[in-house]
């Protein structure tokens, strides 16, 4: 396996991808050739995006969508499509975290949560899967959390959903592998991005987004035969507990 094998001709929605992870693996997508739609909400990221990704004219479309909203979510993959002449590889990343406990939660934050996290990536799927088999095959790559098997005091809306993503990742493979579409799921520990709040300092022993971008273009380098339907992927060197 060729960790800098070419993408060339293939086609890639990234969601959530104007900063963090999402914009990690959009870069390297583009570095490897492929073509790429950076979805996301915010227009000022969106743009900075946009900016940021200039060097890849004529690869690279900024979308706004929100991948809560199935309307939204048909409408990114068709104009990605439209665009760029079909679709290889669909990277959910989209996600959001509140954490509180349960007691002292909205209604509105569990929404948010489960609806971002577990659902955008059932809609996602739903409208790019008809294209990957028009295609003959290709890739899902769901990004999840360590927090999906490692739940935490706090993260009861967010360890839930990463949870069902896990879940809704393992049977979902199982239903399209015969197609030729393969399904992984990332699950990072801590990653040193503004999702948990600011990055700074004091986080140097945590992932980068570029690590757990390596994880993604490397399960696209695999073998047609060959199905990494799950990844780990931690700090080597965590603060120890004391």
């Not at 990343?93 to 509140?98: E, I, T």
């Not at 049977?171 to 399904?183: W, Y």
């Amino acid at each position: 396996m060729s960790t800098s094998a070419s993408l060339q001709g293939k086609v890639a929605i990234v969601t959530g991808g104007s900063r963090g992870i999402g914009y990690g693996i959009a870069q390297a997508l583009l570095a490897r050739g492929a073509a790429v739609a950076v979805s996301g909400l915010s227009e000022a990221n969106l743009a900075a995006a946009k900016a940021g990704l200039a060097a890849h004219v004529g690869r690279v479309a900024v979308i706004r969508a929100d991948v809560r909203d199935p309307d939204e979510v048909a409408a990114l993959v068709d104009r990605t499509v439209e665009t760029f002449g079909g679709l290889d590889i669909l990277v959910n990343n989209a996600g959001v975290g509140f954490f509180s406990e349960a007691s002292a939660m909205t209604a509105d934050e569990w929404r948010t949560t489960i609806d971002t996290n577990l659902t955008g990536a059932f809609l996602c799927c739903h409208a790019a899967i008809p294209h990957l088999r028009k295609r003959g095959g290709g890739w899902i790559v769901n990004v999840s959390s360590l927090a999906g098997k490692n739940a935490f005091p706090g993260g009861t809306a967010y360890c839930a959903s990463k949870a069902g993503l896990n879940a809704f990742s393992e049977a979902l493979m199982q239903e399209v592998r015969h197609e030729g579409i393969r399904v992984s799921y990332v699950m990072p520990g801590s990653v040193s991005t503004e999702f948990g709040g600011l990055a700074g300092q004091g986080d140097a022993w945590k992932l980068t987004a570029g690590d757990v971008a390596q994880v993604v273009v490397d399960l696209l380098a695999h073998d047609a035969r060959s199905l990494p339907s799950r990844v780990e992927i931690r700090p080597s060197q965590p603060p120890r507990k004391r």
